[in-house]
């Protein structure tokens, strides 16, 4: 996770190709929002910029697809 200004991106190992959906919440028992569009990873990292950061939502996951 590398925080900048008005943004968050988020990388993760990942497999070539795989589909990813990041998602965020306020809390870890539920809640939990799409993020964009599904991530489909062209290497064996991924990442997505979140360039709307709320600051009540502070968790973040990706699930692969």
Known sequence: VTPAAGSVTLTWEAVSSANYQVQRAAALNGG???L???VTATGDTASYTDTNPDPDMRFYRVVAK
């Open 32 to 34: 939990w929002t799409d």
């Open 36 to 38: 964009g569009s599904v």
